[in-house]
């Protein structure tokens, strides 16, 4: 069975720090990955996703995740966060072309001023 | 951009109640999702619909239902609401390769 884990409950960061978030995925063939983002009160918002080709994937908001295989991740990136990016982030893997989502159970980022 | 329209934005009904949460997509997309989201339990699937009149039960299909008699909206049901099922509900549609959009959600509350 697919399995994600965000092992990373809540991250602070001050803004303009650069961000990482970790995600690694347990899955048998290769799958397809998703990064998305809840702002309190709203639904998920797509950051970025991978289906296959280039292992580095650019988002929206100046997000980027990087695919590696060898160790089953998907990690988020951002070279410097800004306070408008604290929300809760979801990483979500999908085995057949964006049907049957699991998720993580998400990291909450906050931003120090 | 699609859009996913979910009609509540907070709801208040009382335990016994049935309570029906609408979604609306715009885009046609054939799949449509309905997942609850709880603290500590991060996204949980309770029931999905790959074309009209079907569905298929998710990871927590008890106590709940659905209806699917057009493309464009899918229905989730509480047949007899309970305190348990307080709870955000996010409705999601997809085409295949689109990932995810999402509603803005409706939290409910059963009193």
């Known amino acids: 069975a697919q399995s994600v884990t965000q092992p990373d409950i809540h991250i602070t960061v001050s803004e303009g720090a650069s961000l990482e978030l970790r995600c690694n995925y347990s899955?048998?063939?290769?799958?397809?990955l998703f990064w998305y983002v809840q702002s309190p009160g709203q639904g998920l918002q797509l950051l970025l996703k991978?289906?296959?080709?280039?292992?580095l994937v650019q988002g929206i908001k100046g997000f980027e995740a990087e695919f590696k295989r060898s160790q089953s991740s998907f990690n988020l990136r951002k070279p410097s966060v800004h306070w408008s990016d604290a929300a809760e982030y979801f990483c979500?893997?999908?085995?057949?072309?964006?049907?049957?989502?699991?998720f993580g159970p998400g990291t909450r980022l906050s931003v120090l001023p | 951009d699609v859009k996913v329209t979910q009609s509540s934005r907070y709801l208040v009904k009382r335990t016994g109640e049935k309570v029906f949460l609408e979604c609306v997509q715009d885009?046609?997309?054939?799949?449509m999702f309905w997942y609850r989201q709880d603290p500590g339990l991060g996204l949980r699937l309770i029931y999905f619909?790959?074309?009209?009149?079907?569905?298929e039960k998710g990871d927590i299909p008890e106590g709940y239902s659905v209806s699917r008699e057009k493309k464009e909206r899918f229905s989730l049901i509480l047949e007899s609401a309970s305190t348990n099922q307080t709870s955000m509900y996010l409705c999601?549609?997809?085409?295949?390769?689109?990932?995810?959009?999402f509603g803005s959600g409706t939290r409910l509350t059963v009193v």
């Open positions: 991978y289906f296959s080709g280039d292992t």
């Open positions: 999601a549609s997809s085409f295949q390769g689109s990932g995810y959009t």
């Open positions: 619909s790959y074309d009209v009149k079907m569905k």
């Open positions: 899955y048998g063939a290769t799958p397809y």
């Open positions: 885009m046609d997309h054939e799949n």
């Open positions: 979500a893997v999908s085995r057949n072309y964006g049907q049957n989502f699991v």
